[in-house]
């Protein structure tokens, strides 16, 4: 394609990161329409919006992961999601013996559904609940701090971190010259880290010398020759990984399968009625909203032309998965939840060798907490004075989630 | 000629004009299944390999991107080669055999308006859960309806039915209430059904409420007197909603059981014919008022579908356990 074909993309100009996290579908639908691969200014980046664009630069021999410019600020280097060959094959086998679903098998159950009961106690017999705060969260972070070794530290500092780096890792917006157009946006993630750091630290120099069955400390010591551990320099910024999206993204994803439901209370009530659609439920739920909606990206290794458009070797591309499940060449009336649209496979969880290492250990966290709602609530209703606020472009999902039920 | 079926590593034969569960429950191969009219869904399950011709699967119930991904309604799908299949989780284990039946009317009793009691003597006992129903063959019309028992699982040689007439219907009008008389053989084929309670074992004896529209009191009294057995003390609500007093039955009975059980409350209510004997009003509002926890409770409910659905929802309405919620699927004959 010559330049004089391509679609005048000025528009562009003017998007702003405040609108993209407000909305992003509205800027994304056009970037579908007009140009599945394109130069966003305020990104500074190429952006990658439909299925087929989205996955074949996720799996492509000529693309390698490559962290996104804020990404790299907030979490440093080696981060699993922004590195490739030897180190990556090395993160990869360090975090997904935990994550096995025969390994997860075994004890997910007796982890998440005595989590879940706790929380519920605590409000099932109010009659009114805001369920982002007082459960999907609070559920998502307790499961995974516990796998990892984090029982001391308490689920609101969990959540207050992956917030925190949350908005340092989406602090996106580049200027002109290519720099962070806002760089006091660092400051809060930095003010975590340095927390993280405090509290972390001296777990690890105790597992250095008593291993235990928790994750953190078989990335320390698995694989490694007796009496050596990995580096924490090494490991921390993967820690960081864990502790923004694996923390957040099953509440994020419990959360809109929720809200998905209660725009079709005929479909909510179908599935409170059998469990046994509950997977299905958040399958869509995750198509619907996708909770990791555009925060990884991949670099080319040499020219290549994608969509029609050039790209030189060197070239970073934003893999815009939120927006590639609402791609109408693969969904009809993508913007709506529906329980019963033909099971498509969808890219909640991202493709290639990146694609996510958590889900089958994901999956099961949102299901058994859904599950355990469910029968503890059966008459859940949202409360309808509140409305539902979404927000992210990185990482999203509904800020609060009103519900009320008779008790 | 007939094709081997693989289900849950059983291996059964399949006639090629028989559907699939109809093969499975016959060689004691448990398959989930309620309605076994197409219309529930419970019995999907996935065809792994061979093929299967989907019958009168209903639209609605199996769409067609579900059949593009190799979903079956087994109640209804027909094997056209050797097919492998898998089901829900409890698929494949071993369950009371499927049987035809022959049967002998043992007595005809009017018992309410337009309702009847009917029994059938067995040749041989028969080995069901109480709760599950049973399909007569209507004498020479190819039809074939479903009746509940009303039977514990020791009444084994004899089965109670409850018959409405349906005006003009075909089993009721026609037959039994028509030309039906002790003596007569009825050819039916059972057990069938997933509406009865869970074995012995898992059953801790918690608080029922049971539902009966009309003659959906039929499998009640089954559910009930079983429960009662196992924990004799334990609370069951069990709720007949009619129309009239003429409709209600057994009323000794259940005076007799009650007196037996202190936890037995059974209480008729009547929607549109008053009587100060009575409660008036819907069965399930009847419960609203009267429980203010479902919690740790289950429920039991069969009769008309708009009865049931109300059920349903004034189960969770006071927050019964989903899990715990039961209902007879199929849509019984006689129901309005
Ligand atoms: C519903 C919840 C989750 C969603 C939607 C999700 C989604 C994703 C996505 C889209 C990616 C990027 C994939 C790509 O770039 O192609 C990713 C990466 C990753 N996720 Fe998840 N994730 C979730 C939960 C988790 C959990 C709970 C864990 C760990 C326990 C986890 C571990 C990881 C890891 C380690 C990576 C980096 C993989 C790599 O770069 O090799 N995720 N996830
Ligand atoms: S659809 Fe087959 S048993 Fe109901």
């Known amino acids: 394609m010559t330049t004089t074909e391509r679609p005048d993309l000025s528009w562009l100009d003017t998007v702003t990161m405040s609108e993209l996290e407000r909305d992003p579908y509205t800027t994304y639908e056009r970037l579908r329409a007009e140009a599945p691969l394109a130069y966003v200014p305020v990104l500074g980046s190429y952006v990658a919006s439909t299925t087929e664009v989205c996955r074949e630069v996720a799996t492509s021999p000529d693309f390698e992961a490559v962290i996104t410019p804020a990404g790299g600020r907030t979490f440093g280097h080696p981060a699993i999601i922004g590195v490739n060959g030897d180190i990556h094959a090395d993160l990869r086998s360090m975090v997904e013996p935990a994550l096995q679903p025969a390994e997860v098998d075994r004890w997910i159950d007796d982890l998440v559904r005595p989590i879940a009961r706790r929380y519920l106690e605590q409000f099932e017999d109010d009659g009114h609940a805001e369920l982002v705060a007082q459960y999907c969260e609070p559920v998502s972070v307790r499961s995974l701090g516990d796998l990892l070794g984090l029982q001391d530290v308490g689920s609101d500092k969990l959540r207050e971190w992956f917030a925190k780096l949350n908005r340092s890792f989406t602090n996106a917006a580049m200027d002109e010259n290519g720099e962070f157009a806002n760089p006091e946006g660092f400051a809060e993630g930095d003010a975590a880290k340095a927390e993280i750091r405090a509290i972390v630290d001296p777990l690890i120099d105790r597992w250095i010398v008593e291993p235990d069955d928790s994750a953190i400390s078989h990335w320390l010591h698995d694989g490694m020759p007796p009496g050596q551990t990995r580096d924490r320099e090494y490991i921390y910024p993967t ?21 998905g439901l209660f725009s079709r209370p005929e479909q909510l009530e ?16 995750l198509r619907w909203t996708s909770p990791i909606w555009s925060a990884t990206a991949r670099i080319s290794t040499k020219p290549v032309t994608i969509a029609g458009v050039d790209l030189p070797a060197g070239t970073p591309v934003m893999l815009s998965y939120g927006s590639a499940n609402h791609d109408t060449g693969q ?37 058994i907490a859904l599950e355990e709602l469910f029968e503890a609530i059966p008459n859940l209703e949202r409360d309808t004075r509140e409305g539902v606020d979404f927000w ?16 | 000629m007939s094709f081997a079926v693989t289900a849950g590593g059983h291996r059964v034969e399949c006639a090629p004009s028989q559907t699939l569960l109809d093969a499975c429950l016959r060689a004691g191969v448990w398959m989930p299944n309620s309605c076994n009219q197409g219309t529930c869904g419970t019995c999907k399950l996935q065809v792994l390999s061979g093929e299967v011709d989907h019958g009168a699967s209903p639209r609605d119930t199996l769409t ?7 979903l079956a309604l087994a109640c209804q799908a027909r094997p056209l080669a050797d097919t492998e299949v898998r089901g829900h989780g409890t698929a494949g284990r071993t369950t009371h055999r499927l049987r035809d039946l022959t049967t002998t009317v043992r007595a005809v009793e009017d018992i309410a308006r337009d309702t009847r009691r009917v029994l059938l003597g067995l040749a041989e006992p028969l080995a069901f859960e109480p709760g599950q129903y049973v399909e007569l063959s209507v004498p020479g019309s190819g039809a074939r309806r479903q009746y509940s028992l009303a039977n514990t699982a020791d009444e084994d040689k004899v089965l109670e039915l409850h018959v409405r007439r349906v005006p003009g219907g075909l089993a009721t009008d026609c037959w039994l209430f028509g030309g039906l008389d002790v003596g007569d053989r009825v050819e039916a084929t059972g057990p069938l059904g997933d509406f009865h309670l869970p074995p012995a074992e898992d059953d801790d004896g918690g608080p029922m409420v049971l539902i009966g529209g009309g003659t959906g009191l039929a499998p009640l009294v089954g559910i009930a007197r079983t429960a009662l057995a196992r924990h004799p003390t334990r609370e069951v609500r069990l709720y007949h909603g009619v129309r009239g007093a003429a409709d209600l039955y057994d009323l000794d009975r259940f005076a007799e059981l009650a007196a037996a ?3 037995l409350t059974f209480v008729p209510v009547l929607s549109d014919e008053p009587d100060p004997a009575y409660r008036g009003g819907f069965p399930t509002d009847a419960f609203l008022e009267d429980v203010a926890s479902g919690r740790g409770w289950s429920g039991w409910l069969c009769g008309p579908p708009a009865m049931v659905e109300a059920g349903v929802k004034a189960f969770k309405r006071r927050r019964m356990s989903p899990r ?9 004959a006689d129901a309005s």
């Open chain 1, 239 to 259: 820690i960081y990984v864990y502790l923004l999206g694996a923390m957040q993204e099953p509440g994020h994803g419990m959360a809109s399968t929720l809200v």
């Open chain 1, 270 to 285: 179908e599935v409170v009625d059998d469990p046994a659609l509950i997977p299905r439920a958040i399958s869509e739920g």
């Open chain 1, 331 to 367: 969904y009809e009336a993508p913007s709506t939840y529906d329980l019963h649209r033909p099971p498509l496979p969808h890219l909640a969880f991202g493709a290639g060798n990146h694609a996510c290492a958590g889900i089958y250990f994901a999956n099961h966290v949102m299901r």
């Open chain 1, 392 to 407: 992210g472009w990185g990482f999203r999902g509904p800020t609060s989630l009103h519900v009320t039920w008779e008790v």
């Open chain 2, 64 to 70: 067609d991107d579900e059949r593009a991904t190799g």
């Open chain 2, 261 to 263: 059980h202190p936890g």
């Open chain 2, 324 to 332: 715990h919620i039961h209902r007879e699927k199929f849509t019984p």
